[in-house]
């Protein structure tokens, strides 16, 4: 199993919905992310959480939250679905500071906004 | 602003070299990743370089010049399975991590 798990993978729903991606780490790891990538574009940072207290807006937070259920789950959410925010939605964790760890990417989620 | 510049798409020849560059504009900087990234998945960790010279690991090795703003990532012995997009990354000032667009390579036979 995945050390970092997203769901659903794939996802269409139409503009005005709600959308809930969810993921979950089993790698202990105290760091979550959202990241979002479009073709062409670097990995945009949503959300990120250091601890279950803890939720900092990224670059390009409009339009989205963010919910740290637990020290292992870090769901995003779109409250009203647009067609720009069709992309793939990546989870990340990393272990205590970025200077000397790494990113653990979930699989992805895709979505379509239609 | 911030910017990352790498080459959007390379091709090389299986069992040949590849030197992939990343340059960099950042509000400081505090260690520069390199990721590799399979098409449909995740980004997977390759090298970390905060320190200028080279880091070698097995087939692929790193560079960096902070005094240059200039990484390249170095491919050898090419295989089939190393077609996938390389991302460059730079952890600015405030500990965030800038992305470039990545590199898209190809491996021909």
């Known amino acids: 199993d995945a050390d970092v798990t997203q769901t659903p993978r794939n996802r269409i729903t139409k503009t005005g919905k709600r959308i809930m991606l969810e993921c979950s780490q089993t790698k202990g790891h105290d760091r979550m992310y959202w990241y979002r990538q479009d073709p062409g574009l670097g990995l945009q940072l949503i959300y990120y959480s250091f601890d279950v207290k803890d939720i900092n807006k990224g670059e390009i937070s409009d339009g989205y939250s963010v919910s740290r259920q637990a020290q292992a789950k870090f769901s995003l959410s779109l409250e009203s679905a647009i067609p720009n925010q069709t992309a793939l939605y990546f989870c990340?964790?990393?272990?205590?500071?970025?200077?000397?760890?790494?990113?653990?990417f979930g699989e992805g989620s895709r979505l379509t906004v239609l | 602003g911030q910017n990352i510049d790498q080459p959007t798409e390379m091709t090389a020849t299986e069992g040949a070299i590849v030197q992939i560059n990343c340059t960099y504009q950042?509000?400081?900087?505090?260690?520069l990743f390199w990721y590799q990234q399979h098409a449909g998945e995740a980004p997977t960790f390759l090298s970390y370089n905060v320190l200028d010279g080279l880091e070698e690991k097995g087939r692929f090795s790193s560079f960096l010049s902070r005094s240059k703003g200039y990484s390249y990532l170095l491919l050898k012995e090419l295989q089939m399975k190393d077609s996938a997009s390389y991302l460059c990354?730079?952890?600015?000032?405030?500990?965030?991590?800038?992305w470039g667009a990545g590199t898209k390579l190809i491996i021909k036979p």
């Open positions: 990354a730079v952890l600015d000032s405030n500990y965030q991590l800038i």
């Open positions: 950042t509000s400081g900087f505090n260690g």
């Open positions: 990340a964790t990393s272990d205590s500071g970025l200077a000397t760890g790494e990113l653990f």
